[in-house]
């Protein structure tokens, strides 16, 4: 299972890349845009935080595959390190797809929201899949179910293309992509806390601390 993050707030990575085992960072035209910062200053900060061997992925704004291609190129040589294009699903998209994977660059196709989707962007070489599950939930779609028959698809197919859910509102739709074998979520800060917080953990801790304070006070076990 892989953890990404999908934000391009560099206070938000530090933390989360220095308390969770994360595999990397995703962002889209919008979580850019909502720093309201240099483009090339923000994504160069977010590679110098999480180094070069965590996965980057950083979308293209370009709408034919020329274009597609010429800007992964670019991004890929001033970004560096583990860096992915994330391409939205579409004939264009799909087009610079094939032609990147000649190139060696690292694509994920997105904005997906169907498992036909999904199927071809696999067929034309994409690393990864990025299924929106809260936006289909939105629309009473069943997101995970959506990425569960993606999962089950690949698998069939025997394609080398991993699913990165996106798009989630909640830990609960987090937990239902892994039971169904999704490969790896990209969740904001928040969602990465929530999935590991619970109130009965910290009713635990609280009565660890109470037992032990009854007899050894505030002194830690190195303090004995
Ligand atoms: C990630 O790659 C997606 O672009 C993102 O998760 C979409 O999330 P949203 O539905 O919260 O905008």
């Not at 919008?30 to 090339?40: G, H, K, Y």
């Not at 923000?42 to 370009?62: A, F, N, P, S, Y």
């Not at 074998?181 to 999935?195: D, E, N, Q, R």
Request: hydrophobic residues 45%; charged residues 20%; negative net charge.
């Amino acid at each position: 299972m892989l953890y990404l993050l999908d934000t391009a707030n560099l206070e938000a990575i530090k933390h989360c890349n220095e308390y969770y085992p994360l595999s990397g960072v995703t962002t889209n035209p919008s979580i850019i845009s909502a720093e309201n910062t240099d483009f090339w200053e923000l994504v160069t900060g977010i590679r110098k935080i999480i180094g070069d061997e965590k996965m980057l992925h950083v979308q293209t704004t370009q709408k034919t595959a020329a274009a597609i291609v010429k800007e992964a190129k670019l991004l890929k040589e001033r970004i560096g390190g583990n860096f992915y294009v994330k391409i939205p699903i579409g004939e264009e998209g799909i087009k610079a797809t094939m032609e990147l994977k000649k190139l060696g660059i690292g694509v994920t196709v997105t904005a997906i929201f169907t498992p036909a989707q999904a199927l071809i962007a696999a067929k034309a070489g994409a690393d990864f899949v990025a299924p929106y599950v809260n936006r289909l939930d939105n629309i009473i779609g069943d997101g995970c179910d959506v990425a569960a028959e993606i999962v089950s698809q690949l698998k069939i197919f025997g394609y080398d293309c991993k699913v990165l859910v996106a798009s989630f509102k909640n830990a609960e739709q987090v937990h239902k992509c892994a039971s169904v074998g999704c490969h790896s979520v990209t969740v904001s800060a928040g969602i990465l806390k929530t999935v590991i917080s619970h109130p009965m953990t910290d009713a635990a801790i609280q009565g660890f601390d109470r037992d032990w304070a009854a007899i050894y006070g505030d002194k830690t076990i190195m303090e004995l």
